[in-house]
């Protein structure tokens, strides 16, 4: 389902109960992400997307946890259910399964084409509603925009849900990414794109060449699969755009910017245009991050502001970040479910993925499994740990198949009666998040894989594996049709 912006989306969540204005004045300095931090770990029903009309000091009301659910994140991508996103990409690979590394990269290949040949690649648009108001030169400041300060000790305002486009400094090719912007003055932001992200690897190209300024739109709003699509862990010559077309059913709209070499979405509510000079840093941070831990201070680039357009009355879109469960849980189970049919592209006896809101996201990864031979969990540990930024995980767990790797209460009693810690342990080295604030060096450190499957003599375990104490089907009917003789409720 393609929404037409933002506010079509809003519609939809409003008419189904699923969004609550707030009339109340509020402030853009931590209140709204008190509120925020309530609402997302509340009870279900209570868990709305917040549309905040009146925040002091600014006249453009604040749209916050629109993706804070698995209801409100599946309407966002154009589906009922968050694992219907599964299905849909898989069914875009052939059911044959790839023999050998030719044909394996043949099959990634035929997907991306798939997805090409749809027709569904970014259109430029005839008209932009996001250029409805077009501030340039010294009227292009940032002080209109209701940016939060999200935790005490922030080191400012922070925008936290960007769409952040550039091009490769040579090739040209177009990388879209979710990076928090720390807004330093009216004219200034801190970019943090981290090390391994596709903008840092754009500014690493300017500086080998010597390019002097590497131009940047960032867009704020639009379809809700366009602004999602910039978290997605897309292989670097994909465009992003390309799969909020698939997702949405319709080419992604684009608008030329007014003062930078780029395309932006023509339906967003606002674009800051402007530029980063690869050269420069500034100190960035602390930040309240996923983890729940701050990220300290730290040299990034800078981006320098050339424009600011609009619509006519915007909304400023934003999310929280902080100790889960929030709102971007449920934006990284959408990419856990979309991208399991290419997990299983290249380790085709994965069943399942799960990363529990309590690994924020690189810290826990839980896998079942077809095990058929021995060594079968390690193969498929260092499978992950080299594919894509899977590479970043820094804790693997794999199962059997019969787990369900959702349920993370039933995976972890799995887990730790199942393990040997002396020997189905999998401990290196190697690269982790940037953010991640335990590793002794910055973004490389210790990861463990573990095997939690049952063992058998082919795993040279000889003492024979106990069986499940489980009741039979026929006790469990006859209970249930006797339940109302026993008094219990």
Known sequence: MAYRDLRDFIARLEAAGELTRVTAAVSAELEITE??????????????????????????????????????????LGVEDLNELTTRLASLLKPELPHGLGPLFDKAGELWAALRSVGLGPKMARHAAAQEVVLTGADATLDRLPILRCWPQDGGRYITLPTVITRDPVRGVRNVGMYRLQMHDSRTLGMHWQIHKGGAEHQRIAQQTHIERIPVAVSLGGDPAVIWCGSAPLPADIDEFLLAGWLRGAPAPLVRCVTQPL???????????????????????????????????????????????????????????????????????????????????????????????????????????????PGHPRKVINGLWGLGLLMLAKCIVVFDETVDVQNTSQALWQMLGNVDWARDVVIQEGPTDALDH????????????????????????????????????????????????????
């Not at 085709?348 to 079942?368: C, K, Q, R, T, Y």
């Not at 973004?443 to 058998?456: L, M, N, P």
Request: charged share 20%.
């Open 35 to 76: 509120i925020v931090d309530r609402v997302s770990k509340g009870p279900a029903g209570a868990n709305k997307a917040l549309l905040f009309e009146q925040v002091k000091g600014y006249d453009i009301p604040v749209l916050i946890n629109a993706f804070g659910s698995p209801r409100r994140m599946a309407w966002a």
């Open 263 to 373: 395309e932006a979405p023509a339906d967003a509510e606002i674009i800051i245009e402007g530029y980063v000079d690869p050269a420069e840093a500034r100190p960035e941070g602390p930040f309240g991050d996923h983890t729940g831990y701050y990220t300290p201070v730290d040299d990034y680039p800078v981006m320098h502001v050339t424009a600011v357009t609009h619509g006519r009355h915007p909304i400023y879109p934003a999310t929280v970040v902080g100790r889960p469960p929030m709102e971007d849980f449920w934006m990284g189970k959408a990419t856990e479910r979309l991208f399991l049919p290419l997990m299983r592209l290249f380790l085709s006896e994965i069943v399942d993925v799960a990363m529990p809101a309590e690994g924020v996201f690189h810290n826990l990864v839980l896998v079942s499994i077809r095990k058929r031979f």
């Open 438 to 489: 335990a590793s002794y060096r910055f973004a490389f450190g210790g990861k463990i894989g573990i095997d939690a499957t049952a063992k058998g003599p082919a795993d040279g375990y000889g003492r024979g594996w106990p069986a499940l104490a489980v009741m039979p089907d026929a006790v469990k009917r006859l209970v249930s049709e006797r339940w109302a003789e026993y008094g219990l409720g």
